[in-house]
């Protein structure tokens, strides 16, 4: 199987080919270089691989939740991939991306839990709880938005790392919560490279989608912007 990932939902920005079990991945830090870096980043994996974009099987995206415009970058260039090439989609959740990294790089145990959590601006964050699954994240209760002091964990699991740039609002958190946690990685940003491998398991459970369903994810669906004065 031969899948291409893509990833622009935070100021990191990666391509990634999954070839038959092994994952190959481009990745820069670059809040606003998104754009400018993501196809050069796609040919030159395929070229590595020695790849043609039609030889690819499927396509995946971080569907979000994230930056609004990182998210529509991925949408809008998966989308047109896959019109172009007549590939099926794996949208792909980009706090279950960063859930899976915590398992990996965090070694966190099977059936322990993963709180993840990204700066949503507006004195916000973006929440998800995930338990260990073989390996996997699997999804707690729902994605959600909210304040710091809102978040809350799942029951049925004991012990929680923490994983996400949100946790530079710990302090903000219910003890509840922030006390819980044995292991927190502040660092840890969505990488295409995990969207490849949650999206390669998904495509194999007949869960890819066709271009026009590849949708963002930016679960606040209103964003209610202050108006400056004398404006209507």
């Not at 979000?64 to 172009?84: D, E, H, K, M, N």
């Not at 099926?88 to 859930?99: H, K, N, R």
């Not at 993963?114 to 729902?142: H, K, T």
Request: with cysteine; proline share 6%.
């Amino acid at each position: 199987m031969k899948l291409l990932a893509l990833d622009t939902s935070s100021e990191g920005c990666s391509a990634a080919l999954f070839v038959d079990g092994k994952v190959t991945e481009k990745f820069e830090v670059a809040p606003r270089g998104h754009t400018r870096l993501l196809m050069p980043m796609v040919r030159e994996l395929l070229a590595e691989q020695g790849l043609e974009p039609a030889d690819l099987d499927a396509l995946a995206f971080a569907r979000g939740p994230g930056s609004f415009t990182g998210v529509r970058i991925a949408t809008g260039v998966v989308q047109g991939l896959a019109w172009g090439l007549n590939l099926p989609v794996v949208p792909v959740s980009s706090l279950e991306a960063v859930a899976l990294g915590a398992i990996e790089t965090m070694q966190v145990p099977e059936g322990e839990g993963i709180a993840v959590a990204f700066d949503a601006r507006m004195s916000e964050l973006y929440w998800g709880c995930f338990r260990n699954r073989s390996g996997l994240p699997q999804l707690m209760g729902e994605e959600r938005v909210c304040s710091p002091s809102k978040v809350v964990l799942e029951p049925g699991v004991e012990q929680w790392a923490g994983a996400g740039q949100g946790w530079a609002f710990r302090d903000s958190m219910p003890a509840a919560v922030s006390g819980r946690m044995y292991s927190v990685d502040e660092t840890l940003i969505p990488r295409a490279s995990w969207v490849a491998r949650l999206a390669a398991v998904r495509f194999g459970q007949g869960l890819a989608v066709p271009a026009e369903q590849a949708q963002p994810v930016y679960i606040r669906d209103e964003v209610s912007w202050k108006k400056l004065p004398g404006r209507a």
